[in-house]
T-cell receptor
Framework: TQLLEQSPQFLSIQEGENLTVYCNSS?????LQWYRQEPGEGPVLLVT?????EVKKLKRLTFQFGDARKDSSLHITAAQPGDTGLYLCAGARGSNYKLTFGKGTLLTVNP | DVKVTQSSRYLVKRTGEKVFLECVQDMDHENMFWYRQDPGLGLRLIYFSYDVKMKEKGDIPEGYSVSREKKERFSLILESASTNQTSMYLC?????????????FGPGTRLTVT
């Protein structure tokens, strides 16, 4: 059972465009994290959201946690080629040690 | 900054060989994890350790074992490598189960079993 569904799976856009990727679940999470993974490297944490309705901004990236803590979105403004990578969302539930990962959105930003 | 290092970036082994993948973290984290990442399947948890000498099976432990003798080091062992274990292996660590859930990943080991 895939508890976290990410969409779209692939996204190819031109430099300067805006985009949104989604992370959805039927389960409630205590917190949700977004990671970016570049080819041949491990994922790097971008942000953690913990409160329903929370919005966090990281330069051109805006992260939102749904009010019910079941979903999240990542919006990138004026995408740049350096934003290219695999974006992964991961949810934590209660005091469980484990994270549930989505399968990721592979973003390509063309110059 | 947290640093998680993995012993090899690329590894090629033959079917039936015993393979050791080493992971070291330098931030005194209690929890450590081993994942494999395959196209279309995402990250899947193989084993995790919440403290020294403690380990628990993840979602796909078959064919793997682990060892955590020291807090900073978590080893993944493929007892008899098979071609279906060709994959990207990622190690991660986390400070503690309470509060922060963030996991810090190593650069990965791309293992090919021929």
């Amino acid at each position: 059972t895939q508890l976290l569904e990410q969409s779209p799976q692939f996204l190819s856009i031109q430099e300067g465009e805006n985009l949104t990727v989604y992370c959805n679940s039927s389960s409630v999470f205590s917190s949700l994290q977004w990671y970016r993974q570049e080819p041949g490297e491990g994922p790097v944490l971008l942000v953690t959201v913990v409160t329903g309705g929370e919005v966090k901004k990281l330069k051109r990236l805006t992260f939102q946690f749904g009010d019910a803590r079941k979903d999240s979105s990542l919006h990138i403004t004026a995408a740049q080629p350096g934003d290219t990578g695999l974006y992964l969302c991961a949810g934590a539930r209660g005091s469980n040690y484990k994270l549930t990962f989505g399968k990721g959105t592979l973003l390509t930003v063309n110059p | 900054d947290v640093k998680v290092t993995q012993s090899s970036r690329y590894l090629v082994k033959r079917t039936g060989e015993k393979v050791f993948l080493e992971c070291v973290q330098d931030m005194d984290h209690e929890n450590m994890f081993w994942y494999r990442q395959d196209p279309g399947l995402g990250l899947r948890l193989i084993y995790f350790s919440y403290d020294v000498k403690m380990k628990e099976k993840g979602d796909i432990p078959e064919g793997y074992s682990v060892s955590r003798e020291k807090k900073e080091r978590f080893s993944l062992i493929l007892e008899s490598a098979s071609t279906n274990q060709t994959s990207m292996y990622l190690c991660a660590s986390r400070l503690a189960p309470q509060g922060s859930y963030e996991q810090y990943f190593g650069p990965g080991t791309r293992l090919t079993v021929t």
